[in-house]
Nanobody
Framework: QVQLIESGGGLVQAGGSLRLSCVDS????????MAWFRQAPGKGREFVAA????????DYADSVKGRFTISRDNAKNTVYLQMNSLKPEDTAVYSC???????????????WGQGTQVTVSS
């Protein structure tokens, strides 16, 4: 069974950095693509970043390119999201997801974490 647990969220000033982590307590992490999505109050779920099974391919939303970096450590069953130069509009609940396909489409991910709150003050 796949269980995803996110951590690393918090309150940060604009221009600051945070690193999110997502640990998969199941046994299938190394067989899946991983992604981060976010949802701000009153808005729909938004793709942030994805990383392929091997880690050799990554994809980012235009809004975070050059500021966020996704990476994974298959030995630790963990995916990371390094967020730099944070902006108030990055404020959202960030959730990690696991799926068989490397994609930016939320509907194609099979398992989801509960999310971690990121708040960026101006």
């Amino acid at each position: 069974q796949v269980q995803l647990i996110e951590s690393g969220g918090g309150l940060v000033q604009a221009g600051g950095s945070l690193r999110l982590s997502c640990v998969d307590s199941g046994r299938l992490f190394s067989s899946y693509a991983m992604a981060w999505f976010r949802q701000a109050p009153g808005k729909g779920r938004e793709f942030v970043a994805a990383i392929s099974l091997s880690g050799s391919n990554t994809d980012y939303a235009d809004s975070v390119k050059g500021r966020f970096t996704i990476s994974r450590d298959n030995a630790k069953n963990t995916v990371y999201l390094q967020m730099n130069s944070l902006k108030p509009e990055d404020t959202a609940v960030y959730s990690c997801a696991v799926g068989r396909l490397f994609t930016n489409r939320a509907g194609l991910y099979n398992y989801w974490g509960q999310g971690t709150q990121v708040t960026v003050s101006s």
